[in-house]
């Protein structure tokens, strides 16, 4: 099994930053893909940003040029700087990561949540 612990959400004003963080542990063999996702209320659940298989990086559009995602490999860990955080940015943040475990077998986990709120 894998275990993800999420850190790094918060209260923080208009134009303010944040960041997240999420380290995975467990019967990993190779992390394929990491990335976050977040979810506001009444609303369905959104991709943020992502590494892709391939290393390469996505981003909704509506974070493109505030947010950066980045791993430490080493770690197993992904994180997300956020800036110019904007009151629509306010949700709960989940990270999300697909491996191959030790067995071979491939599973997606999803990281318990982190409430990012963004308010003055």
């Known amino acids: 099994q894998v275990q993800l612990v999420e850190s790094g959400g918060g209260l923080v004003q208009p134009g303010g930053s944040l960041r997240l963080s999420c380290a995975a542990s467990?019967?990993?063999?190779?992390?394929?893909?990491m990335g976050w996702y977040r979810q506001a209320p009444g609303k369905e659940r959104e991709l943020v940003a992502t590494f892709t298989n391939g290393g390469s990086t996505n981003y909704a559009d509506s974070v493109k040029g505030r947010f950066t995602i980045s791993r430490d490999n080493a770690k197993n860990t992904v994180y997300l700087q956020m800036n110019s955080l904007k009151p629509e940015d306010t949700a709960v943040y989940y990270c999300n990561v697909r491996c191959t475990l030790i067995s071979r077998n491939i599973r997606t986990y999803w990281g318990q949540g982190t409430q990012v709120t963004v308010s003055s």
């Open positions: 467990g019967s990993i063999f190779r992390i394929n893909r």
